[in-house]
């Protein structure tokens, strides 16, 4: 037994020791403490954000509260018809002046940051992006706000790990931390921000990735609650569920949410791919557009900016059904033209938005049909709402999390995931995809493959050819009959060039000049690119 205590300390240095250095040396500690600062700094931004939406809607409407609705109905017909419109001119100057992309950023630009190692978000075009979309939302704009916030949250985090030189896999945490401060100070939801951060930017739940970005989630949502009060976002009665025997009507409603998702989402991109082909200035285009929306805010003003208002009166049973089936219609139309017209902004909030209306509206259905098992109409639209989210940004999880903490709905759980899980299923099978995957396949870019199909479609010759020495040059003979790479052939098609011809090792020629050789490349390279890069993925994704 004395034995055993003596050699206690050796044994347990022997233990601690090494994970200790490898924690230090791995530049954790760093990473912790820059998640702190971003969620504080992301938190800020997202208060200052808001507040700007609500200082241009006083502009307008004379109100700076969240109740843009109600201030609307009491302003004349023709200041809601113009606003979006004379707004929509700001915003085109802006978008000409000031974004060389001439497009507010989105969660999709994250993504693709992400996935090209978290390096690609400009802080500067963050803010820019940022103050555009604030001015789109509080002069009418029907979007949500957390896309611009996911964005500028991770070009705040992406200045930050760029500053401190921190690797690839650190770089691409600290995006994830921005994102998650974002979504809890933009909702209140710090869970949700987590969830998000992990399952829609990442993509895995790496234990050494998980610390800092709860850390970043908490201090984004405490400096949020500390500024606009711990109010959950919608404020609803307490709903409990009437019967089991209700179950079959759930699951038919996610299959309803999955059918309203997907017309939503082949509505924005079909009115994007349509206004892509009318040719008209870019200044021009979000004044068209804003004039399209007052036409429809007219008669439908719920339809106007983040739409929380209208969606907590449809949680709290106060619509009928020809309005609440008028504003799905209405929403979608209005989103879509407000996304399309370069106006700035997200799909989330018009997603819960569109869910809410749909389950409300299903509630009433059911009501009439089986009044002594449907429960109320408030509840089905908490159902809706995740379940049309859910299927619109493909994230199950952090979605149902997201409604939760939003409604403080928990009770609801077991319903809550069946209806989501069959909206997200349907979808899948319908669409194969979620929005933001779409608007990255439009972009030539395919997250959803996997790993392995994503690695050797983006990268390319160039990343692990050997160049020729300076000053040596090297044409091909014209007798040389073997094909060529160039180096910006893909790793994808290269390793297929190898294997077509059995070849080992291949000339790598220049681009506008397909006889003069630039360097050589061999299949072992390429193999050794490919192989190297899915361990660190590996890797990265379990630590």
Same mark, same amino acid.
């Given at each position: 037994?004395?034995?055993?205590?003596?050699?206690?300390?050796?044994?347990?240095?022997?233990?601690?020791?090494?994970?200790?250095?490898?924690?230090?040396?791995?530049?954790?500690?760093?990473?912790?403490?820059?998640?702190?600062?971003?969620?504080?700094?992301?938190?800020?931004?997202?208060?200052?954000?808001?507040?700007?939406?609500?200082?241009?809607?006083?502009?307008?409407?004379?109100?700076?509260?969240?109740?843009?609705?109600?201030?609307?109905?009491?302003?004349?017909?023709?200041?809601?018809?113009?606003?979006?419109?004379?707004?929509?001119?700001?915003?085109?100057?802006?978008?000409?002046? %000031?974004?060389? /992309?001439?497009?507010? #950023?989105?969660?999709?630009?994250?993504?693709?940051?992400?996935?090209?190692?978290?390096?690609?978000?400009?802080?500067?075009?963050?803010?820019?992006?940022?103050?555009?979309?604030?001015?789109?939302?509080?002069?009418?704009?029907?979007?949500?706000?957390?896309?611009?916030?996911?964005?500028?949250? $991770?070009?705040?985090?992406?200045?930050?790990?760029?500053?401190?030189?921190?690797?690839?896999?650190?770089?691409?945490?600290?995006?994830?931390?921005?994102?998650?401060? $974002?979504?809890?100070?933009? %909702?209140?939801?710090?869970?949700?921000?987590?969830?998000?951060?992990?399952?829609?930017?990442?993509?895995?739940?790496?234990?050494?990735?998980?610390?800092?970005?709860?850390?970043?989630?908490?201090?984004?949502?405490? *400096?949020?609650?500390?500024?606009?009060?711990?109010?959950?976002?919608?404020?609803?009665?307490?709903?409990?569920?009437?019967?089991?025997?209700?179950?079959?009507? %759930?699951?038919?409603?996610?299959?309803?949410?999955?059918?309203?998702?997907?017309?939503?989402?082949?509505?924005?991109?079909?009115?994007?791919?349509?206004?892509?082909?009318?040719?008209?200035?870019?200044?021009?285009?979000?004044?068209?557009? #804003?004039?399209?929306?007052?036409?429809?805010?007219?008669?439908?003003?719920?339809?106007?900016?983040?739409?929380?208002?209208?969606?907590?009166?449809?949680?709290?049973?106060?619509?009928?059904?020809?309005?609440?089936?008028?504003?799905?219609?209405?929403?979608?139309?209005?989103?879509?033209?407000?996304?399309?017209?370069?106006? #700035?902004?997200?799909?989330?909030?018009?997603?819960?938005?569109?869910?809410?209306?749909?389950?409300?509206?299903?509630?009433?259905?059911?009501?009439?049909?089986?009044?002594?098992?449907?429960?109320?109409?408030?509840?089905?639209?908490?159902?809706?709402?995740?379940?049309?989210?859910?299927?619109?940004?493909?994230?199950?999880?952090?979605? /149902?999390?997201?409604?939760?903490? *939003?409604?403080?709905?928990?009770?609801?759980?077991?319903?809550?995931?069946?209806?989501?899980?069959?909206?997200?299923?349907?979808?899948?099978?319908?669409?194969?995809?979620?929005?933001?995957?779409?608007?990255?396949?439009?972009?030539?870019?395919?997250?959803?493959?996997?790993?392995?199909?994503?690695?050797?479609?983006?990268?390319?010759?160039?990343?692990?050819?050997?160049?020729?020495?300076?000053?040596?040059?090297?044409?091909?003979?014209?007798?040389?009959?073997?094909?060529?790479?160039?180096?910006?052939?893909?790793?994808?098609?290269?390793?297929? /060039?190898?294997?077509?011809?059995?070849?080992?090792?291949?000339?790598?020629?220049?681009?506008?000049?397909?006889?003069?050789?630039?360097?050589?490349?061999?299949?072992?390279?390429?193999?050794?690119?490919?192989?190297?890069?899915?361990?660190?993925?590996?890797?990265?994704?379990?630590?």
């Amino acid at each position: 037994m004395p034995d055993i205590i003596r050699r206690l300390p050796g044994m347990l240095s022997s233990w601690v020791l090494p994970n200790t250095r490898s924690f230090m040396s791995s530049r954790e500690p760093m990473l912790w403490l820059l998640s702190i600062i971003i969620g504080l700094f992301v938190s800020l931004a997202a208060v200052l954000f808001r507040e700007l939406i609500l200082l241009t809607q006083m502009l307008w409407l004379a109100d700076s509260g969240d109740s843009m609705v109600s201030a609307a109905r009491k302003a004349h017909w023709w200041v809601i018809l113009l606003t979006p419109a004379v707004g929509g001119l700001l915003i085109g100057w802006l978008l000409h002046r %000031f974004l060389p /992309t001439r497009r507010t #950023g989105s969660v999709a630009d994250v993504i693709e940051a992400r996935a090209q190692g978290g390096r690609d978000i400009d802080l500067k075009s963050g803010i820019g992006s940022a103050g555009i979309s604030a001015l789109s939302l509080g002069f009418g704009a029907s979007a949500g706000r957390e896309g611009p916030m996911v964005h500028l949250g $991770a070009a705040i985090a992406t200045a930050f790990g760029r500053f401190t030189q921190m690797p690839d896999w650190g770089q691409r945490t600290l995006l994830a931390c921005g994102v998650a401060s $974002a979504i809890s100070a933009s %909702f209140n939801a710090p869970i949700a921000g987590v969830l998000f951060a992990h399952e829609v930017i990442l993509g895995h739940y790496a234990k050494r990735s998980f610390v800092p970005i709860v850390i970043a989630s908490a201090m984004g949502t405490i *400096l949020s609650r500390l500024w606009f009060g711990e109010d959950i976002a919608f404020s609803i009665p307490d709903y409990q569920i009437t019967s089991y025997l209700e179950f079959p009507a %759930f699951a038919l409603l996610g299959l309803t949410c999955a059918i309203v998702a997907v017309l939503f989402e082949f509505s924005l991109i079909a009115t994007d791919y349509v206004a892509r082909h009318v040719t008209m200035p870019l200044w021009l285009r979000p004044a068209v557009g #804003g004039l399209m929306i007052g036409a429809i805010a007219i008669f439908f003003p719920e339809v106007l900016g983040v739409g929380y208002e209208a969606t907590n009166t449809a949680l709290k049973n106060e619509l009928p059904l020809t309005l609440l089936f008028a504003l799905i219609v209405a929403k979608t139309v209005a989103t879509s033209i407000t996304l399309a017209s370069r106006f #700035g902004g997200g799909v989330v909030s018009p997603s819960l938005y569109i869910g809410a209306m749909t389950g409300g509206a299903y509630g009433l259905i059911a009501a009439n049909i089986f009044p002594e098992l449907a429960s109320s109409q408030g509840l089905y639209a908490i159902l809706g709402m995740g379940a049309v989210a859910a299927a619109v940004i493909g994230a199950p999880i952090s979605t /149902t999390v997201m409604v939760f903490e *939003l409604t403080g709905g928990y009770t609801l759980s077991i319903a809550l995931l069946l209806t989501v899980s069959i909206a997200v299923g349907v979808n899948q099978a319908i669409h194969g995809r979620s929005f933001f995957q779409w608007q990255l396949e439009l972009r030539g870019l395919r997250v959803q493959d996997g790993p392995h199909r994503f690695v050797t479609r983006n990268t390319y010759v160039a990343s692990f050819m050997t160049p020729l020495d300076d000053g040596e040059e090297d044409t091909l003979d014209p007798e040389f009959s073997d094909p060529t790479l160039r180096a910006d052939t893909t790793l994808e098609s290269a390793l297929r /060039t190898f294997d077509d011809g059995g070849h080992a090792r291949l000339p790598v020629v220049d681009a506008r000049d397909d006889t003069r050789i630039i360097g050589w490349t061999t299949q072992i390279q390429a193999l050794r690119t490919y192989n190297n890069a899915l361990v660190d993925m590996s890797v990265e994704e379990h630590r």
